[in-house]
């Protein structure tokens, strides 16, 4: 299964659609994790062969051993830390100040065209 997270850009809603922009709501893995298991509940998937993630995927990785471990026959995570650094604090700094300097950012409304 690969279905989009809960609040990506590519998805039926997320903070990038009309109306919610930078009324979107914060998510955090735990979150986007909890939704996959429900959606995993209706589609009736009750074992997985493996969990694998890079960066933030494999973050979510992490996260679904630690919180829902019995699915989970093995686990891939690429690229990413139990816990934050002050390095990966400054990396992402300069990554959202590219993001908010942006002239379409509009506050977080991207949607609005200027």
């Known amino acids: 299964m690969a279905a989009d997270i809960l609040g990506g850009?590519?998805?039926?809603?997320?903070?990038?659609?009309?109306p919610w922009g930078s009324r979107f709501p914060r998510l955090s893995f735990r979150?986007?994790?909890a939704a996959d298991v429900l959606l995993a509940d209706v589609l009736g998937i009750h074992h997985w062969a493996a969990v694998i993630g890079c960066s933030m995927g494999?973050?979510?990785?992490?996260?679904?051993?630690?919180?829902?471990?019995?699915?989970?026959?093995s686990l891939l995570a690429i690229g990413c830390?139990?816990?934050t650094t002050a390095e990966m604090i400054a990396q992402g700094?300069?990554?959202i100040k590219a993001i908010t300097d942006d002239p379409?950012?509009?506050?977080?409304d991207c949607y609005q065209r200027s």
């Open 9 to 18: 850009c590519q998805g039926s809603t997320g903070p990038d659609c009309a």
């Open 31 to 33: 979150d986007t994790v």
């Open 58 to 73: 494999g973050c979510r990785a992490l996260e679904w051993a630690i919180t829902h471990p019995d699915p989970v026959v």
């Open 81 to 83: 830390g139990a816990y």
């Open 93 to 95: 700094y300069n990554q």
């Open 104 to 108: 379409g950012w509009h506050g977080g």
